[in-house]
Structure formats: C-alpha cells, structure tokens
C-alpha cells in the first residue's frame, strides 16, 4: 500500500472502500485449526456466517473443509450457493423460518433447537417426513462465571429443556447429532468452564452426540494500538486450543467414539482480513478543536459502536499537511457521535487517504444504508485489484419501495 496504489484505486473505485486479504483469512483458519487439532484430532471450525458473510470469504472456508454457522434463511442460501453440501451447515439462532428449516433438514443439514416454541415445529416436520431422519441439535444454557444471563439456549435446569430432551429421544426419525453453547464473552477464562459444563452436562445424561459445539466468542489477531484498548489480555489461538483441548483429549483418551469438537468463530478469523480507506473532505477547527470529515462513517468500521480506536495509517496525497494534536475523524452522516477515531496526533491534509485496520468483523453486514449506500470490496492482486463487491448504488436500495 502507498501512495501510487491508492491513487490508481481512487482513479476506479472512488474516494472510499474496502481492501480485503483472503490470504490472510485462509492462514488464519489454519493456524486456528491446527491449534486445536494438534491437541484434539476430531476437530473442526464452523465459519459465523453473520460476521462477515462475503461470499467468497463463504467459499474459502468450505474449500478448506470448514462448515457453515448460519442463522437466517438468507445465510443458508449463501451456503448452498458457494457450494456448501447441506450436512455441512449447521442453522442456530433465536428465530428460525420452518419453511427453509425443513428444506435443510430434509438435505442431511443440521437445526440447533434454541427455544421450546420450536419443538412443536419439528414434530410436525418429523410427522410429515417419517422416511427422512433429522439432524437435531440442542442449544444449551448454563452458568459459566461470566456474570451474564445469556439468552440463547434453553436453561438446563428448565422444564423447557427436559421437553426438548424427550423430543429427541422418543422420536424415532430425530437424530441428536449435537449439542452446542453459545457465549459471546470472548475472555479466555471462560472458556474452560463452557467446555467443563458441556461435558458435565453430557456425561450426566449419558449423552453422545456426533458432534459438540461450544460456539463462538474468541479473539483474533489485532495490531498493538488495539490490544492495549482492552481491559483484558488478548489471547492466541494457542491459548483457547490449550483451555479446551485438552479437556476434550483426555476426557476421550480411552473411547474408541471422539465426538467432532466445533467451534463457531467469526471475528477471531475475518476481524484483520480487512482494512477501510477513506479520503479526509475536510478539516477545520471548531472552538479550538481540530475536527476531519471523511468519507466513510463509524457504521463502516464499527457498527457496533465499542468506542475503540482502530489501527490507523495517513497516506500522504500530496497536499501540505500540518501537524495536529487532539484531532477527531468524523463521518459523512448527520449523527453527531459519527466518529471514526478520536485524539489522533500526527500530519494531515485536505485530500489525504486514512486507512483503519482491522475492521473485517461486522462491518460490511452490519452498516446500514443510511444517507449513503455502502461502499466497493476490493482485493489487491498483483499490480491490479479484483472487485469483490461492486459500490452500492440507488436502484439496490430503493428497488423495494414504491414511487
């Protein structure tokens, strides 16, 4: 990246866009798996669909053996377009369209049950379908220290759960191939007793699925400046791989049956797969604070609003830059907190291209299309770049609405 790149790039794409590495995005699934597999052999990774669903990120993981964690009909079809077999899509989440759940099923994929208003669904899909058996899973709750109520699975202390055990186990075409949790604490102590409770939890019911899946919620890689905003040490793949698989290893030593241990990663593999560059419109100074408008706006870098820096780097264009101290960089919208990095120190001109690291999780599938539609994905390849997505344009968002 340098000058002359961002030049040529503005020259096609316009003065804001996304650079995407999927080579990046390919070594981090693999040294994640490895992680884990050089402790635990039957593992595997179960891509969060929902973090960033670019559907040649989708590809990538499907040709390195992954599955697909998805959690809406929308997502599923991404799936099955790059060419994902349906046993290897697993569909959790809150709320479930039944109509596309049975088409899933009835391909050999998997559903997590998450609540007990979908049980009645499957019976009625298990009665409608008696020469097909169904992959269920179950989504399962408990207390894992983390001072959070999660809301997603169902309580194994619950009334509701003990329904969703008899489920599967008194109907005859209903398969339990799995049981998973899901916590979105990503803190590498909490990870331990997820995998301690799950296995509790499994021997006390003399359970066995094929597969146990403890969800997401782990930290990726992430540059320096990031970490130290974190009240929290940062943990590599090596650490999560040494609190679970471990476990897994010696609680399986001696059973010819291993269950596949999932995880469902979304940031820890795509959050520095991605960068976003932004022309600076404008800088001026407001009752003595130095503020720059960019095109570009917090919701594409950080729609989820955490207050976090991201890494940053200023490309020169060519103007006179001055020194700032205390500057602000703020977005293109009308919302006053609009900004996408706060206290930068350093030169910048009217005219320069910032680059923010780190911005691959959340950011393109979470923006919205707020004043402006959503900027172009592009990969750099050589001397050239490919278009991953096209910029968005009126037509795509208005197409829906009547005139």
């Not at 509790?200 to 094929?210: E, F, Q, R």
């Not at 241990?261 to 001026?284: H, T, W, Y």
Request: charged share 25%; aromatic share 12%.
């Amino acid at each position: 990246m340098n000058k002359e790149t961002l030049e040529k790039l503005t020259e096609i794409y316009g003065d804001a866009f996304y650079i995407l590495d999927t080579e990046q995005f390919r070594k981090n699934f693999s040294e994640l798996k490895n992680a884990f597999s050089k402790i635990y052999d039957n593992f595997n990774i179960a891509y969060s669909y929902k973090t960033n669903y670019t559907p040649k990120l989708c590809k990538i993981i499907n040709e390195l053996g992954g599955y697909a964690e998805v959690v809406s009909d929308m997502e599923m079809e991404i799936a099955l377009r790059v060419g994902v077999k349906p046993e290897k899509i697993i569909w959790n989440g809150p709320y479930k369209n039944y109509k596309k759940v049975e088409e899933l099923l009835l391909t050999g994929g998997t559903v997590n049950l998450d609540s007990v208003y979908e049980i009645d669904k499957i019976k009625d899909i298990s009665k409608r379908n008696p020469e097909h058996t169904l992959n269920i899973g179950l989504r399962v709750n408990f207390d894992i220290g983390d001072g959070v109520i999660s809301r997603f699975g169902f309580d194994i202390e619950s009334e509701d759960f003990k329904k969703a055990l008899r489920l599967v186990k008194e109907t005859t075409n209903i398969n339990l191939i799995g049981v998973q949790c899901h916590f979105a604490t990503r803190s590498l102590d909490t990870w331990k007793p997820r995998a301690e409770r799950m296995l509790k939890l499994l021997d006390g019911l003399n359970l066995n699925p094929s597969h146990i899946d403890l969800g997401g919620g782990l930290f990726g890689k992430m540059d320096e400046s990031l970490k130290k905003q974190f009240d929290t040490e940062i943990p590599a793949y090596d650490d999560y791989a040494a609190a679970v698989a471990l476990l897994f290893a010696e609680h399986y030593k001696n059973k010819a049956d291993k269950p596949l241990l999932l995880i469902e990663p979304g940031s820890a593999l795509v959050g520095d797969c991605m960068q976003f560059a932004s022309r600076v419109v404008n800088i001026k100074d407001v009752r003595g604070k130095a503020i720059a408008t960019l095109l570009g706006s917090i919701y594409n870098i950080n729609p989820t609003l955490n207050k976090k820096n991201p890494p940053i780097k200023v490309y020169a264009m060519g103007a006179k830059q001055t020194n700032y101290t205390d500057l602000d960089f703020g977005g293109f919208t009308c919302i006053e907190s609009d900004y996408l990095y706060r206290h930068f120190n350093g030169k910048l001109a009217q005219g320069d291209i910032v680059v923010f690291g780190n911005v691959g999780s959340y950011s393109v599938v979470l923006k919205p299309p707020f004043i402006l539609p959503n900027f172009p994905v592009i990969e750099l390849r050589g001397n050239g770049a490919e278009l991953i997505k096209r910029g968005e344009i009126f037509d795509d968002l208005f197409h829906t609405f009547e005139f």
